[in-house]
């Protein structure tokens, strides 16, 4: 049965009201080491061990003293050297200052660091003395960490479903967790279709391609945070894509290439059709992209009945990428308990202007490539790639986003505000 084609906006809901069914959904769990936790998806939230600093710190080479006592800008008498790493020494006498290294502990006594390039230090050896510099005061607390201060032993650091980054493990290892609960990654069927297929390791004959779609999709399913499971490709027909559908119940998502447009040998939506598949778009009003196909197929009555949801993705490479970023990769983030927001979009100013006129009522994603750091202070910088239509590889490798130009928009001026996807 078909559908009145949904617009880009249409169809993003739909994939969002899936994802927001899915919510209580809870992916199982590993334990990876510290140094394998990147990209990987907090299973529990990770609690503070400790005060965090454990003792009151310096953030700075200088002096630790009394605020009052140097704003008098008084001589002090320096009292010895605190190195970071040396256990907390003896409270500071009155009038005195002690040297001190960032990251050292401030001494009882002392509530400030005055930095080295704002004081200035006189005399030799033990009676060397430290005062600040008239054209500074010192408050109480600067350039002091307070025990405590980041965290309370207890606290939350950080909750399930964060995403792990840099920041995250270098907070976790200051923490002392040498190893993470993650969610385990779901695991993405990828089935590539077409007569013209050859692996990638052949040399196609004339009328054949190499799948460049197979290792194309496992390395987006890779960077949204699913475990690629390429298959075998499979032939345009009936036999080839039951046979390859008969394999995909294990899978926790599954995406097809090819075979899903109007053509006499697109047999894809038929043999999903057969295996009971309930469409919940068979089209959508974008370009590239638009015979886009998402439904979800039963499984049987085991553990795990839960339907699998499954993403038709058009042949054509860059439709095939759009598509995957647009829809797939929201709902793969979801089922990878993330909660990090996919499709990630920004702004960036167009560098040339922009006149193609596009079908009517149709969104389009041109391939771009933003330079982010081009001008600093003003917003990125994009020029759209010039390509040959959407199964143009070397356009696709020449972009990092896909600049999106709304429905009705005909032309869009040198400098306009625009949307991009990102790559
Ligand atoms: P289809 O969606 O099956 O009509 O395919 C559209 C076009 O995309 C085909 O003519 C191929 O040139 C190309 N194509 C299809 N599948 C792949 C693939 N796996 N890798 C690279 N290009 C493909
Ligand atoms: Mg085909």
Not at 159 to 174: R, T, Y
Not at 259 to 287: C, H, N, P, Q
Not at 319 to 338: K, M, T
């Amino acid at each position: 049965m078909k559908f009145a084609l949904p617009s880009y906006d249409q169809a993003l809901k739909m994939v969002g009201d899936y994802v927001a069914r899915l919510g209580g959904f809870q992916p199982a769990t590993e334990c990876v080491e510290l140094g394998q936790a990147s990209g990987r998806v907090l299973a529990h939230s990770l609690a503070a061990d400790s005060d965090q600093p454990s003792f009151a710190r310096s953030t700075r080479d200088g002096y630790a003293c009394r605020a009052a006592e140097a704003s008098t800008h008084a001589p002090l008498a320096i009292n010895g050297v605190i190195r970071a790493g040396d256990p907390p020494s003896g409270s500071l006498p009155p009038a005195s200052a002690r040297e001190i290294m960032a990251g050292a502990p401030v001494p009882n006594g002392a509530d400030a660091v005055m930095m080295y390039d704002r004081a200035e230090a006189t005399g030799a050896a033990k009676s060397r003395k430290v005062r600040l510099l008239q054209s500074h005061t010192l408050k109480p607390g600067e350039n002091i960490v307070a025990r405590g201060a980041q965290a309370r032993a207890g606290d939350e650091l950080l909750c399930a479903g964060v995403a792990l980054h840099a920041g995250q493990i270098a907070l976790a290892a200051a923490y002392g967790y040498t190893a993470l609960n993650v969610f385990v990654r779901p695991r993405v069927a990828i089935l590539t279709t077409g007569d013209e297929l050859v692996p990638v390791s052949s040399s196609p004959a004339l009328g054949q391609i190499r799948n460049s779609n197979a290792p194309m999709l496992a390395a987006l399913v890779a960077a949204a945070g699913g475990e690629p499971w390429v298959l075998p490709a499979a032939a345009d027909n009936a036999e080839s894509l039951d046979a390859a559908l008969a394999q995909v119940d294990s899978a926790d998502l599954l995406l097809t290439s090819g075979g899903v447009s109007a053509g006499k040998f697109d047999l894809v939506e038929a043999a999903l059709t057969r295996k009971r598949a309930r469409f919940r778009f068979t089209g959508v009003r974008i370009r590239p992209g638009k015979p886009a196909v998402f439904g979800e197929l039963p499984r049987g009555k085991g553990a795990d009945s839960r339907a699998l949801p499954f993403f038709g993705l058009p042949g054509n490479p860059i439709a095939s990428a759009v598509v995957f970023l647009l829809f797939a990769a929201p709902l793969l983030a979801a089922l990878a308990g993330s909660r990090e927001t996919l499709p990630r979009f920004g702004l960036a100013r167009l560098s040339l202007p922009v006149d193609r006129h596009g079908k009517a009522g149709f969104t389009r994603f041109l391939p771009a490539f933003c330079d982010f750091g081009a001008i600093p202070g003003h917003p990125p910088q994009l020029v759209p790639v010039p390509s040959h239509g959407s199964g143009d590889l070397a356009a696709l490798a020449c972009s990092n986003c896909f600049m999106v130009v709304p429905e009705g928009t005909r032309s869009l001026e040198a400098g306009s505000l625009v949307n991009i996807l990102l790559l």
